[in-house]
């Protein structure tokens, strides 16, 4: 009924780019807010980037300027394009749906591992 599945992960040099995608199934992007969270190990899962039913979205300061969420409609998929990576960007992504109305109302992906190194 709903799923999400990240993928677009993988080993890169710092400098490089990614663009991650997120398949969302069963999950109206007209009534969901999304949002990409990443987890290191030894630390909690933070906020990367948010987009939100009217299409606003926001951004962590540790990616301003080099990341970019958006969403293809018509494929039901959210995708992050991260830029300039650092090795502190290294974590597990995962993408994350919350109702717009009833926020209890939420899923997360399994996520994506992102590894840059120096």
């Known amino acids: 009924q709903v799923q999400l599945v990240e993928s677009g992960g993988g080993f890169v040099q710092a400098g490089g780019s990614l663009r991650l995608s997120c398949a969302a199934s069963?999950?109206?992007?007209?009534?969901?807010?999304m949002g990409w969270y990443r987890q290191a190990p030894g630390k909690q899962r933070e906020l990367v980037a948010l987009?939100?039913?009217?299409?606003?979205?926001n951004y962590a300061d540790s990616v301003k300027g080099r990341s970019t969420v958006s969403t293809d409609n018509a494929l039901n998929t959210m995708y992050l394009q991260l830029d300039s990576l650092k090795p502190e960007d290294t974590a597990v992504y995962y993408c994350?749906?919350?109702?717009?109305?009833?926020?209890?109302?939420?899923?997360w992906g399994q996520g994506t591992q992102v590894t840059v190194s120096s």
């Open positions: 987009m939100s039913i009217s299409g606003r979205t």
């Open positions: 994350h749906a919350a109702h717009y109305a009833v926020p209890k109302i939420n899923y």
């Open positions: 069963g999950i109206p992007f007209s009534i969901y807010n």
